[in-house]
């Protein structure tokens, strides 16, 4: 048995003595990035609803992030869910049958705040959805990957009668193999003023932003079915009247390419103000 | 996972082959069926069962097969649209939740599959299963054990976490060493059973790349150089004397990447000790524990209930009635001082006496929870008994629950219970409940829910039939109670009916449910469910 404890003893000595590692490389990022003529955006579709108190912190946390990446990164903020039924003094019912849909689609999260980065399942990750603490990395690593598309949007606003009209330009970087490639475009509004519960109870005058208000496509995309070889370009147009009571100041497009099927992934994500 | 499925017809081939050995078979089968009944005013709504769904399923199938030396366990998972793993949300999948082999050859001890263990009191290491949270954190891998001595055994382990029907990609390994040994005679002596752990715990690539993408988003002071190893130790000790019995575990972990809203690194301690004493009716119970930094996952980013590598002993009373289990205390990782203490009296066999004590702050000494339990028994010879007492509570919500700027919750609550035998089969049993909530000042509300009154009959006919009846009235409406359309704050009824029904090893049940928001605890382990409303039925059977 003597042995047997100093074998033991042995054992633990050796792990200790191997405490040593090398640890990985550091590189804080830098918020202005050079790099090729096209860059890799990342979409964030965050999950969120009036009566979830923590989602304000979630929103700063996108915000910081916004700050960072500036353009790079675009936020659709969807209200869905067990939190977003309006409350009695609400002014509006943000919430929206596309955004029903992609809670659907995408899933539902664990808590929240919670967001889809990119609509990825990462490695070691359950599920698509990922809490606030887990936004920065997967953020970062999707948006040191080369793009793929090039994504750019066109619009004309015609603020007599609300229409607008739209036409993304994909440009094919690198031959797509998926055999479902689709593109959705989204509608949102920044600095909605309406009621959110916070840690210090309903706040009525809360700046919601990014706010899905409709998609101009499927809730799943509409599918590409032009030839997605290196160099081939598409054209898409879209028309969609503003309504009345939504600020178009304040609006947004965003258009992404993702993957459909079962793997969502997307591939590249642009974001317009509908007016400059 | 499929593989394991071609085990069966080679232990049957097997089997044939070794048709003299005496084999047993055993196993137990646990399934629970959900009915969904919408109903927006209590925020019973708004999930994927209650919008569309309308049903949610689990079910567990575990056999045990021993033969030849071996044991042999295999278990059949089933979720069907289940709300166990997220509460808000909706789980499908179905397959091989374990299977686990085990042979003894002489003094080493071989196993290999799902294994469930622990080191100590599982303060660095617990592979464990609580089903009503859906965890099940089984170490998928190898584990060798030797017995050094009739008293004393070594084993060391090696592999995986489970999660879900999949693993985790992080390695954990360990070694344990513990015994038994005798001072002075062997019968008024002392005895000792002391141990010792060490646990590794190796993040995977992925989790790495992932977290130093998110240091690089840091600003430069909270950047910090990842460590890929943790390590943590265990010494532990059980000194039993006579009717004393004390227990000491004291356990460090290494510096270790945590999440606390942002991620750092911090290395972590515990301290834990018990000391109970059982003599003439007599039980005293106490305890004191210690935490700094001790969270510990397969990786940072795991989030909720998922992923833990080890369990911290929780530090309140784990209460049974209604009321008085609504609050409940969970084991805060991150830094926590607990003392609880509990004693029990027999007077004769007729009165029975119990107060438990809890008090819980934070290493910034800040209340989390302070519970003071009472209950006296009194039992007529074999016809009646009663048991009533009264729980008083300061429970921070704001930190248990995760909403921030809501006061500490302080309740009284008085609670009785008469049991009485009309004859060998036919019994009837009473509840009756009150919790007493505080004042929110800042709203000019009770806290939380407001004030309840529970009560509950119960009509059992030996050894087959029960029913029971209860209802749980927000007599006082308080800040979180549900509003009509009006913006006026509702008194609801949470009625709860139930048949059990018991054949032999089997339990059928069928119940109608409506039940608030609340945190579920299993084991110290708890989250906030949101409220229910429907049908569950439930089949459990052993065999």
Known sequence: MKKLIILFLAVCSLWLLSCEEIPPVINPIDPNPGGGEVQRNVLVEEYTGVRCVNCPAGSEALQALINIYGE??????????????????????????????????????????????????????????????????????????????????????????????????????????????????????????????????????????????????NFDGNPLTESLSVGAKIAKNFTYTIPADWNADKCKLVAFVHIGGDKKDVLQVAQVKVIQ | MKPILCIIPILLLVNQLFAQNNPQISGSLETNANFFIRDSTIGAANTPQYDRQLYGGEAWLNLAYSNWGFDFILRFDLFNNSNLLNPTGSYSDEGIGRWFINKKINKLGISAGYIYDQIGSGIIFRAYEERPLLIDNALYGLRLSYDLAPDWQIKAFTGRQKQQFDTYNSIIKGLNIEGFLTLGDSTGGVALAPGFGILNRTLDDNSMNSLVATLNTYPKDDIFEPKYNAYAFSLYNTLTAGPVSWYLEAAYKTKDPINTGIIIQEPGSVLYSSISYAKSGLGITLEAKRTENFTFRTRPQAQANQGFVNFLPPMARVNTYRLPSRYNAATQELGELAFQADIRYLYNKDWTFNINVSNITNLDDELLYREIYTEIGYKYKREWSILGGVQFQNYNQEVYEFKPGVPNVQTVTPFAEFLYKFDRTKALRIEAQAMFTGEDKSVELRQDYGSWLFGLAEFSIAPHWTFTASDMYNVKAGRNSPVNENGEKLNIHYPRFDIYYTYRSNRFSLSYVKQVEGVVCAGGICRLEPAFSGVKMTVNSTF
């Open chain 1, 72 to 217: 790079r990164l675009v936020v659709v903020s969807f209200h869905a869910g067990f939190f977003a039924p309006p409350y009695s003094e609400s002014k509006f019912d943000l919430r929206t049958a596309d955004g029903d849909n992609l809670l659907n689609f995408l899933g539902s999260p664990l808590g929240y705040p919670a967001a889809v980065v990119n609509r990825k399942l990462f490695d070691s990750e359950p599920r698509l959805q990922l809490g606030q603490g887990q936004w920065p990395g997967y953020i970062a690593q999707e948006i040191a990957i080369a793009p793929k598309v090039k994504v750019e949007l066109q619009r004309n606003y015609n603020d007599a009668n609300r229409q607008l009209n739209l036409t993304v330009n994909l440009e094919i970087l690198e031959t797509l193999d998926a055999t479902d490639v689709r593109l959705s475009v989204a509608l949102t509004e920044d600095d909605i003023e309406d009621v959110q519960l916070t840690p210090t109870g309903k706040q009525a005058d809360y700046k919601h932003k990014h706010v899905l208000r409709d998609m101009l496509s």
